[in-house]
């Protein structure tokens, strides 16, 4: 067994354990990828600033997000088909959530229901929806979130239509699987996961079972996607859906200021600044370079949390230190649950909060909420504007 103490440690070891056909689902992003490398990438290009002899005693990572308590400001993003990753995966990550004191946010696309998470967990949890067309579906599903106690909505609205990932399409994740002689032998080779998979009883689509027929594994996915979920959501949608609601509720995939103020005067408690992780927009800016300019538009109105490309708790305290209250990740932590289960899920977290904890003390800061733009050296091209990024040099 290696020793893991980085997040790059948790997808190495992922890698081998689950089946090609999962992994390219979730280590891929839409079309060329740019974007999806630029989250990460745009990370990198920003550097701390070291300071010394500051009592670094008594320090904490404690906050809270829309008025609940963490023990770091680090949420489980909706990640779909999560059950695929690992046998039980939507539950083994909900117990490690909440085991650890962070949020975890079920996604429509699980595997597990509402109804089971909530039956194996003892604390609320957050439920993130997608808009579909049918709204007997959609007034199904909320009262479903509500009466499972869920503390929040994540309404998502990135993806009234699917971005195109090549590798999904390649693997046949969304065609009909072709099952090649190479899936067959990968799938031999990843028998852990298989016997685990054969043991669960959950193999379908924990929230929409009963709603749509015969949709019982990956395949249609794509189809399915554009059959059902709604490409006429509007504002007035999302006011809708508000008031259906009634609870707390945080709008995600706002990537333009401009966006960002009409989410805050509908009213939300928070917004999530994503680009769905580089897998819708193949092309847009990374949130991170974004960040300032909606925090400067709607901060003082409604928090604003920050997914797309957190790898390490470095990540975590440049996103706070540009104004965000908290963020979500996706990746970091499906890459510990499908090398370990429940055990990888609580890894990840644990490397996160010890690499946010040390790099607070190292910048002579001992709470989250003292945390702000003064330790960083940001490049240009982060500073608020809506700006491109500066074209690439020729190559020759
Ligand atoms: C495999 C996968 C599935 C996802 N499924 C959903 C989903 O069902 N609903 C949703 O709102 N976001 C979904 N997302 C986006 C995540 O919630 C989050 O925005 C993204 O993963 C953040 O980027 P990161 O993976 O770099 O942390 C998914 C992301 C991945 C990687
Ligand atoms: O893959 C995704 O990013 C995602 O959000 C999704 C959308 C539709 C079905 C399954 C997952």
């Not at 305290?317 to 609580?346: N, W």
Request: with cysteine; net charge positive.
């Amino acid at each position: 067994m290696p020793v893991l103490t980085e997040i790059e440690d948790l997808r190495r070891l992922y890698r081998r354990r689950v089946p090609k056909m999962f992994y390219d689902y979730c280590e891929s992003g839409s079309w060329t990828e740019q974007t999806f490398r630029d989250n990460t990438n745009d990370f990198q290009k920003i550097r701390l600033r070291q300071r010394v002899a500051v009592d670094m005693d008594n320090r904490s990572t404690a906050t809270t997000m829309i008025g609940e308590g963490v023990t770091m400001p680090v949420a489980l993003a909706p990640v779909g088909l999560t059950g695929m990753q690992h046998a039980d995966g939507e539950i083994l990550a909900a117990r490690a959530a909440e085991a650890y004191g962070v949020p975890f946010t079920l996604s429509t696309m699980s595997i597990c229901s509402i109804e089971d998470v909530a039956e194996h967990t003892s604390r609320p949890f957050w439920f993130q929806l997608y808009v579909m067309r049918d709204i007997d579906y959609l007034a199904g599903i909320i009262g479903r979130a509500k009466r499972a106690g869920c503390s929040a909505l994540v309404l998502t609205l990135d993806l009234q239509i699917l971005g195109q990932r090549h590798r999904d399409l390649k693997n046949g994740l969304s065609a009909p699987p072709r099952l090649t002689p190479g899936t067959m032998l990968d799938l031999a080779t990843k028998w852990g996961w298989g016997a685990k998979m054969l043991r669960t009883r959950r193999r379908q689509f924990g929230n929409i079972v009963g709603h749509v027929n015969g949709v019982s594994d990956t395949r249609d996915l794509m189809r399915w996607t554009a059959e059902r979920f709604d490409p006429q959501l509007d504002w007035e949608k999302v006011r809708k859906i508000k008031e259906m609601w009634g609870g707390k509720l945080i709008l995600k995939g706002i990537l333009d200021a401009e966006d960002a103020k009409i989410a805050a005067e509908i009213g939300c408690d928070a917004i999530v600044v994503s680009n769905h992780g580089g897998r819708q927009l193949d092309g847009a800016l990374s949130s991170i370079r974004v960040l300032p300019s909606i925090v400067a538009a709607v901060g003082h109105r409604t928090e604003v949390f920050l997914d797309s490309g957190i790898r390490s708790g470095q990540d975590v305290l440049k996103a706070l230190s540009l104004g965000a209250r908290g963020v979500f990740i996706g990746r970091a932590y499906i890459y510990g649950l499908g090398a370990m289960g429940q055990p990888g899920v609580t890894a990840a977290l644990e490397i996160l909060r010890k690499e946010l904890d040390t790099t607070m003390a190292l910048c002579g800061r001992r709470s989250i909420r003292s945390l702000d733009r003064d330790i960083l050296l940001v490049p240009e091209g982060f500073s608020g504007r809506w700006e491109a990024p500066p074209d690439p040099a020729p190559a020759d």
